[in-house]
C-alpha cells in the first residue's frame, strides 16, 4: 500500500475479513482483522470508490467513469462488466446490496441510479429526470381529449439529471431512498418505475442509514443532521 493511496469504501463480509476499494484501481483484503493486507490484481487504474460484497468470495466494486467489476472467488480474479453510460459524465460513487437477494443498487453523478438483478454482471438504469415541458410541447390532441406521444419523444425526453447522488438506503427489496446534492432525496416503492421527491435540507447530504423500518438519519454538509421517525416521509433538522 502506498503512502499516497486514498481509501474509499470498505465491507467486512465475514468476521475478520475486510476489504477496501482504493485509488489508483487497487483493492486490498485483510484476513487477520486488519493485522496484514494483500493487494489484489485489477484489470484497472481508475479510482475504486465503493465495494459490496454477499460473502467472502462474491463482491462488486464500482468507481470512475462508470466502471464495475465482480469477484467470485475472494478477488483472486476481478472481471469488469459494462455499465449504462451518458455522454458526459459516469462515476459512480456508492454500491449496495439489497439483502437476501442478488440485487445491487448503484449510484453516481448526473442522476446515476443503477440496478443489477445478477450479481453485477448487468446493469440498467432506473432513475430518469423528465423534461414535461419537453413532452408537452409536442403533444398530439386526438378526439375525445386523449392526448398520446409516441415512444420517440418518450426516449428524447428524458434526460440525466445534473445532480450527483451520495448514498442509498435500502428499505425493502423493491424500496430505496436515494440522497444526494442540494438536499435532494429520491423514494421508490417499486424498484424505480416511479420515484417521489423530497427535499429536506438545501445543503448536500451524503449519507442516510435506518435503524429499524421507522427510524433513520441522514447527515451532510454545512452540519446537516436530519432525523425521521415515519419511515423518511418526513425529516427535521436536529439543533
Known amino acids: 500500500m502506498g503512502e499516497r493511496d486514498r481509501y474509499y469504501g470498505i465491507q467486512i463480509p465475514e468476521p475478520g475479513i475486510l ?3 482504493v485509488s489508483g484501481g487497487k483493492i486490498i483484503r485483510s484476513e487477520d482483522n486488519g493485522e496484514s493486507w494483500a493487494i489484489q490484481d485489477t484489470p484497472t ?4 470508490m465503493s465495494i459490496a460484497a454477499w460473502d467472502k468470495d462474491n463482491a462488486v466494486v464500482v468507481g470512475n ?6 469477484t467470485t472467488d475472494g478477488g483472486q480474479t476481478w472481471e469488469l462488466r459494462d455499465t449504462p453510460l451518458s455522454r458526459i459524465a459516469n462515476k459512480l460513487i ?3 446490496i439489497v439483502p437476501g437477494t442478488d ?9 446515476k441510479v443503477l440496478l443489477s438483478e445478477d450479481r453485477g454482471n448487468t446493469w440498467t438504469q432506473q432513475y430518469f ?17 386523449v392526448r398520446r406521444v409516441n415512444q420517440d419523444v418518450i426516449r428524447r425526453g428524458r434526460f440525466s439529471r445534473d445532480i450527483v447522488f451520495h448514498d442509498i438506503a435500502i428499505r425493502g427489496e423493491c424500496e430505496w431512498m436515494v440522497i444526494g446534492e442540494f438536499g435532494y432525496l429520491i423514494h421508490t416503492k417499486d424498484c424505480g418505475y416511479n420515484w417521489r421527491e423530497l427535499r429536506p ?13 421507522d427510524n433513520g438519519v441522514i447527515v451532510g454538509g454545512s452540519a446537516t443532521i ?14
Open 45 to 48: 487504474t481508475l479510482n475504486l
Open 201 to 213: 435540507a438545501y445543503d448536500s447530504i451524503m449519507s442516510i442509514k435506518f435503524r429499524d423500518k
Open 19 to 21: 476489504w477496501m476499494g
Open 65 to 70: 467513469t462508470g466502471l464495475a467489476m465482480l
Open 129 to 145: 429526470y423528465y423534461d414535461f415541458s419537453f413532452f408537452e410541447e409536442r403533444f398530439n390532441d386526438l378526439a375525445g381529449g
Open 226 to 239: 436530519l432525523v425521521t421517525s415515519d419511515g423518511g416521509e418526513n425529516w427535521e433538522q436536529l439543533d
Open 94 to 96: 456508492r454500491v449496495r
Open 103 to 111: 440485487k445491487l443498487i448503484a449510484v453516481g453523478i448526473l442522476g
